[in-house]
């Protein structure tokens, strides 16, 4: 289901001491980036001094006269995982990439390195390529790249001296579309080596042009003769190399509305029928779980319990157990409740977006979810959202969670100040991060239906249920986009997983009770 996972355990295994194959491990290709500790840090000093001003210019209102509106944190920090990555990558950070050592081939061969090659193709991104092809145009652009740099800082300059002083300048030469080699070589090596999809080929794309609008921003600002054309945002849209960018990005945009699903999703979809079982049998697990350790808890004899709470373990270890569970539970009942994205229910804090209403209308006090527009991905275009209501019948267990075994995740030390996030990891006390959210929904769909859903698909199998298997009125499906906090036809084009043949099937119905009527007059 999950082949990078099956990559991470594969490479752990060989690198295992007395493995024959460990040699081989040290080629692994899929940590290739550049990582964000001292060690890097102080190797590549000038890229990282970049990269901390990229930041800047993301995430932060810029004075000069050629910038564009700041992004949220949450998108600049993939933009910035894309940037180190492309970055490890362009210089072979890891050494994983590359079956040599380019900065010690520098001096041997022939000088005249074919620059820029790759883009000798009108539309490179879109011609066939194979693997060794890839690696040889990518080999002749790193040259290039490093005898930049050499010619710039001296031809005596160590290998220490070249990766400390390498900088963006040096990668994307100049504003020309022959500046996008280094991408397009980027995004090649990762279709032949990593299979990736058009999809994620798109979302790459759109976090590097980032860092090459960056690049020329400062050169731009500093030119006065900078003219914005009628269709651009701001004039970083102009810049040649940024128009190339553009197009490849269009193109694997429109490649991935209509290419199949990367991964096998059958192994994933779950019914919502089912993924309701899911969270009952989770229910009736936590449930038995409370009964025995309030049995032990009681000083009950052992031998009224099941084998495993003979264990000796301590009352603390089994609230945490429990605690973990309880989570578990009710962050797999929110999605059922608010099919939303997983950020939402990782960042609900008590009595900022969290807040328990009573109930003076109807008499059923109500758990409710509120946001402004700071707190979604899609709050610039939405706006404030309207309350998001959970169940009434949760109430309790929402209650009997904050009161009772939320203490037992929380950090213990009077140097931290109390937490106020809902949920929190197990182990460290922190809040829950995305990739805590995905195991969870992931391990506890696995556990019971053997089935790895993930938290996004959750919200494909809600609207595809609704538009399945129920006679909702276009007015409520656009309730429930809207309650989803994205647009119709975002629902209909990305949400909706009915087959062709689905969704043709009530205007074949409408058409067989037509002929129907016709036939009896």
Known sequence: ???????????????????????????????????????????????????????????????????????????????MRHARLFLGWVVDARGNILDMDLLNELDKGDD??????????????????????????????????????????????????????????DIFLDQN???????????????????ISSNYEANILRGLIKIVKFRFAGELSVSNNTVRSATSKTVLDDIPVVIELRKFHRDAGSRSKKAPRSSD??????????YLEVIELLKTDLGDMIDKYELQANGQPTDQVDNEMKQQKSLQVKQKEIATTFQHYLILSFFACVPD???????????????????????????????????????????????????????????????????????????????????H???????????????????????????????????????????????ASEKELEALALYMGHSVQMQRDSYDRRTLEQKVMPAVSLMQSINSVDKQQ
């Open 1 to 79: 289901v999950n082949d990078k996972a099956k990559l991470r355990r594969t490479v752990k295994e060989r690198k295992k001491p007395g493995n024959a194959s460990a040699p081989e491990a040290d080629k692994d290709s899929y940590n290739y980036g550049l990582l964000d500790n001292h060690i890097d840090r102080a190797t590549y000093h000038t890229l990282f001094e970049e990269l901390e001003n990229l930041w800047s210019f993301m995430t932060v209102h810029q004075s000069a006269s050629v910038s564009e509106p700041p992004i949220r944190e949450r998108t600049a920090e993939v933009y």
């Open 265 to 274: 999703e059958g192994k994933k979809w779950l019914d919502w029928s089912e």
């Open 112 to 169: 005249a390195v074919e620059e820029q090659s790759a883009t000798k193709s009108s539309s490179p991104l879109t011609a066939s390529t194979s693997k060794a092809s890839v690696i040889s145009e990518a080999i002749n652009v790193r040259k290039a790249m490093w005898k930049r740099l050499q010619q710039r800082i001296g031809k005596d300059a160590t290998s220490a001296d070249l990766k400390r002083n390498l900088s963006l300048t």
């Open 425 to 471: 990891q197990p182990k460290t006390g922190n809040p829950l991060s995305a990739n805590s959210m995905y195991q969870i929904v992931s391990r506890c769909c696995y556990k019971y239906k053997e089935k790895k859903t993930n938290p996004h698909l959750l919200r494909d199998m809600i609207v595809t249920h609704v538009r399945k298997n129920s006679d």
């Open 341 to 423: 994205r997983q950020r939402t229910f990782r960042e609900l804090q008590l009595d900022k977006n969290f807040m328990r209403v009573d109930g003076e209308s109807n008499g059923e006090d109500t758990w409710v979810i509120r946001h402004s527009a700071d707190d979604y991905k899609t709050g610039a275009t939405y706006g404030e959202r309207p309350p998001l209501p959970l169940l009434p019948s949760l109430t309790p267990a929402i209650d009997d969670f904050i009161e009772r075994w939320r203490p037992c995740l929380l950090r213990n030390s009077d140097d931290i100040p109390p937490s106020s996030f809902l949920f």
């Open 177 to 195: 579309t022959e500046s996008a080699t280094s991408i397009v070589q980027y995004i090649l090596w990762m279709r032949s080596e990593r299979n």
